[in-house]
């Protein structure tokens, strides 16, 4: 097992409380409720930085040095009571910081106690998976921490050997994981898990993954933490928080819109023999507009004019989806022979080319 950094707080960590009733009761200062009381949705402060939540100074010094000076609303609900060991059901919009949420904590009690496997997170898709592992990579490269990514598409054997090396942080998808267990059981250490992570929770508990779930549960120790992340509130999520005998921490953002307020949404009526003619005059007129505007960005500078905060060129990258994996494919052949720099990513593709399609997109973004 790869050595970590242990960090130890010479200072006694207070009696962990963390939530307020109600947003107008906070006046600046950390407002408390104790901890045993936390197990339905509170209001949280507006303001508050990641030193107050209880995070160690490394932690904080690494997300300076990546501009994240501030938590989000779902970092500042859920950070305090997962540091204090409570269960943890979140609900928040996608892109609102939920895998900070969970990784930061999770970072913090492996640096006091460094052992592998520490965590396990699970996500429903393979792309996500890979995320996370990268996200964990770079928040915990203080501690010289080691993830092992596993997931569908990749060689099981190369993933049982790395397993067996006892990481400190499994990301995988259910099914993979499952397979691992069932076929390599010697090569999984997972019987001292203190962390077991369910993201995107609403789609990891339906009954696709129910009995790769339950291979998975049986493999881990009963006594952990374990952490629920959602988008979408779902009556599965809603009836573990109810259950008889359960007190998790629950907090639930406002998601009753599941896409950030920024967004811009309009729809066009065209005929179907014609929809990609109009896509590409979507596409060129969009990449004009925006061309324009940073045109006017850069003569802006030049002159002494105070600009957008924007950097230019950072709004080029487009997404597009559509139903099947055949047409994602004839469309990128489309847009590639009309000029555009396009990548394709679907499930008809090799893993391996899904993650190089990937790269390349983030790498024009």
Same mark, same amino acid.
């Given at each position: %097992?790869?050595?970590?950094?242990?960090?130890? =707080?010479?200072?006694?960590?207070?009696?962990?409380?963390?939530?307020?009733? !109600?947003?107008?009761?906070?006046?600046?200062?950390?407002?408390?409720?104790?901890?045993?009381?936390?197990?339905?949705?509170?209001?949280?402060?507006?303001?508050?930085?990641?030193?107050?939540?209880?995070?160690?100074?490394?932690?904080? !010094?690494?997300?300076?040095?990546?501009?994240?000076?501030?938590?989000? *609303?779902?970092?500042?609900?859920?950070?305090?009571?997962?540091?204090?060991?409570?269960?943890?059901?979140?609900?928040?919009?996608? #892109? &609102?910081?939920?895998?900070?949420?969970?990784?930061?904590?999770?970072?913090?009690?492996?640096?006091?106690?460094?052992?592998?496997?520490?965590?396990?997170?699970?996500?429903?898709?393979? +792309?996500?998976?890979?995320?996370?592992? *990268?996200?964990?990579?770079?928040? #915990?490269? #203080?501690?010289?921490?080691?993830?092992?990514?596993?997931?569908?598409?990749?060689?099981?054997?190369?993933?049982?050997?790395?397993? =067996?090396?006892?990481?400190?942080?499994?990301?995988?998808?259910?099914?993979?994981?499952?397979?691992?267990? +069932?076929?390599?059981?010697?090569?999984?250490?997972?019987?001292?898990?203190?962390?077991?992570?369910?993201? *995107?929770?609403?789609?990891?508990?339906?009954?696709?993954?129910?009995?790769?779930?339950?291979?998975? %549960?049986?493999?881990?120790?009963?006594?952990?933490?374990?952490?629920?992340?959602?988008?979408?509130?779902?009556?599965?999520?809603?009836?573990?928080?109810?259950?008889?005998?359960?007190?998790?921490?629950?907090?639930?953002?406002?998601?009753?819109?599941?896409?950030?307020?920024?967004?811009?949404?309009?729809? %066009?009526?065209?005929?179907?023999?014609?929809?990609?003619?109009?896509?590409?005059?979507?596409?060129? @007129?969009?990449?004009?507009?925006? *061309?324009?505007?940073?045109?006017?960005?850069?003569?802006?500078?030049?002159?002494?004019?105070?600009?957008? +905060?924007?950097?230019?060129?950072?709004?080029?990258?487009?997404?597009?989806?559509?139903?099947?994996?055949?047409?994602?494919? =004839?469309?990128?052949? %489309?847009?590639?022979?009309?000029?555009?720099?396009? @990548?394709?990513?679907? =499930?008809?593709?090799?893993?391996?080319?899904?993650?190089? &399609?990937?790269?390349?997109?983030?790498?024009?973004?």
């Amino acid at each position: %097992m790869p050595k970590v950094e242990k960090r130890r =707080s010479k200072a006694k960590r207070p009696e962990p409380t963390y939530t307020v009733e !109600s947003a107008d009761e906070f006046d600046g200062d950390v407002v408390k409720v104790a901890a045993a009381q936390t197990t339905r949705e509170y209001a949280v402060p507006e303001m508050c930085t990641f030193s107050a939540l209880g995070l160690d100074s490394w932690l904080t !010094s690494t997300l300076s040095a990546m501009s994240i000076h501030e938590p989000t *609303e779902i970092q500042r609900a859920c950070i305090g009571p997962i540091l204090a060991g409570r269960d943890v059901i979140g609900g928040a919009n996608t #892109g &609102s910081g939920k895998t900070a949420a969970f990784a930061l904590p999770i970072l913090q009690a492996l640096a006091e106690d460094p052992f592998g496997v520490f965590a396990v997170v699970l996500t429903p898709t393979r +792309e996500l998976a890979v995320q996370i592992g *990268e996200q964990f990579g770079v928040l #915990g490269k #203080g501690v010289n921490i080691k993830v092992t990514v596993a997931i569908g598409g990749v060689d099981m054997v190369t993933q049982a050997l790395s397993l =067996s090396r006892r990481p400190h942080i499994v990301v995988a998808t259910p099914g993979r994981l499952a397979d691992l267990i +069932e076929s390599s059981a010697d090569a999984v250490h997972l019987k001292r898990v203190r962390f077991v992570v369910l993201d *995107e929770a609403d789609r990891l508990l339906t009954e696709t993954f129910a009995s790769d779930l339950a291979v998975i %549960m049986d493999a881990v120790p009963k006594k952990r933490q374990t952490l629920l992340f959602t988008a979408t509130m779902t009556d599965s999520i809603l009836a573990l928080r109810d259950r008889e005998g359960a007190q998790p921490f629950v907090h639930l953002c406002d998601t009753g819109i599941s896409t950030v307020a920024a967004l811009q949404q309009s729809y %066009m009526f065209v005929p179907s023999h014609v929809k990609e003619a109009y896509l590409v005059h979507l596409l060129m @007129t969009s990449v004009s507009r925006l *061309e324009a505007r940073d045109n006017t960005r850069l003569a802006d500078e030049s002159s002494g004019d105070e600009a957008d +905060e924007k950097p230019v060129g950072r709004d080029k990258s487009i997404m597009i989806f559509v139903g099947q994996c055949k047409t994602a494919e =004839s469309l990128r052949v %489309m847009l590639y022979e009309l000029g555009f720099r396009v @990548t394709a990513l679907h =499930s008809k593709m090799a893993q391996q080319e899904r993650l190089n &399609s990937l790269g390349r997109f983030r790498a024009e973004a």
